[in-house]
């Protein structure tokens, strides 16, 4: 029987480093980096308690961020912005690789 817990423990190792919410360029909930693992790994291989337990023991810790939700209302001078916060918990890692949002405008 394969060890998918090993395999994933050196998954992670190899590609993510633990940070906190302020440098990490990924945050995710424990669901979030499940569903992550499952497009590299057959679905349900650990549980997410077997991921929290591999995570903890990498050096990873639970964090708590807001988010930001923005939403359009009206248009031309009647244009107005509506911002709407939420908490979020999960997981904070640190990938090299760039993850940098880009603009391209057609002009």
């Not at 050196?10 to 569903?35: C, E, G, M, Y």
């Not at 991921?51 to 939700?69: A, C, K, N, P, V």
Request: aromatic residues 12%; hydrophobic residues 35%; charged residues 25%.
């Amino acid at each position: 029987m394969l060890n998918y817990a090993e395999q994933i423990t050196d998954f992670i190792r190899i590609h993510f480093t633990p940070s906190d919410d302020n440098k990490a360029n990924i945050k995710w909930s424990t669901n979030q980096v499940l569903n992550f693992l499952f497009d590299v790994f057959p679905s349900n291989c650990i549980s997410d308690y077997e991921l929290t337990e591999i995570l903890m023991e990498l050096g990873y810790q639970r964090f708590t961020w807001t988010e930001d939700s923005i939403r359009k209302v009206g248009e031309g001078d009647d244009e107005t912005f509506t911002i709407t916060k939420s908490l979020a918990t999960g997981w904070c890692l640190r990938t090299d690789l760039d993850l940098n949002t880009e603009e391209i405008t057609g002009k």
